[in-house]
């Protein structure tokens, strides 16, 4: 049981280039979320997929687009990337029933904008 | 909007001993629930415990339990018994009882056990 798979791992891009981080979760749940870590700051969310065929913005949305492709797979576009944008990227699942559960983590992708 | 704060940066403790880590949260919201996240240097996300707020018993999972004082809004989590495998950052989180089950995180304090 994988859980929550990203693509990829690293990567380092140039100032202007476009990338899709990609995330997949085999746990059939519901809603999915996209997250940065920088330093000091902890996780903000950048969007989220409550469901299938919905996304909605989180606290840091700027500079990034989702595509919830189907109920597995969600993923983050950066169109021009800025130095700003680097950053350890976190994609999340959550599910089940009942409300107050659990989100699963990916390892992350640690991305450097240079 | 919510507010997670945790007021420790970084903490140490000898292997063995008992660290407690400290988590408050700003919230007009009665139901909800909170979390403790570990970070180790493998970078995984690892769900350490959670508590629903309308439950008056402190969730322990373990060697891990907490402490959560609703009016206070406090939720500290302690760990007994100390491992250097316990060597993490460790996140608060708080979920507000929605739709979407998004969580607000704290900055994190980084715990370093030393044997």
């Known amino acids: 049981n994988a859980g929550v798979t990203q693509t990829p791992k690293f990567q380092v891009l140039k100032t202007g280039q476009s990338m899709t981080l990609q995330c997949a979760q085999d746990?059939?749940?519901?809603?999915m979320y996209w997250y940065r870590q920088d330093p000091g700051m902890g996780l903000r969310l950048i969007y989220y997929s409550a469901s299938e065929g919905t996304t909605d913005k989180g606290e840091v949305p700027n500079g990034y687009n989702v595509s919830r492709l189907n109920k597995r797979e969600f993923s983050l576009r950066l169109e021009s990337a800025a130095p700003s944008q680097t950053s350890v990227y976190f994609c999340a699942s959550s599910g089940g029933q009942g409300a107050g559960q659990p989100q699963h983590f990916g390892d992350g992708t640690r991305l450097s904008i240079l | 909007a919510q507010t997670v704060t945790q007021s420790q940066p970084e903490m140490s403790v000898q292997e063995a001993e008992t660290v407690t880590l400290s988590c408050t949260y700003d919230t007009s919201e009665n139901n909800y629930y909170l979390f403790w996240y570990k970070q180790p240097p493998s970078r995984q996300m690892i769900l350490v415990i959670r508590?629903?707020?309308?439950?008056?018993q402190n969730a322990t999972e373990n060697r891990f339990s907490v402490n959560f004082q609703k009016a206070a809004k406090s939720f500290s989590l302690k760990i007994s018994d100390s491992q250097l495998g316990d060597t993490a950052m460790y996140f608060c989180?708080?979920?507000?009882?929605?739709?979407?089950?998004?969580?607000?995180f704290g900055a994190g304090t980084i715990l370093r056990v030393k044997s």
């Open positions: 989180a708080f979920m507000k009882h929605a739709p979407g089950n998004k969580l607000v």
């Open positions: 508590q629903e707020a309308y439950k008056q």
């Open positions: 746990m059939n749940h519901n809603s």
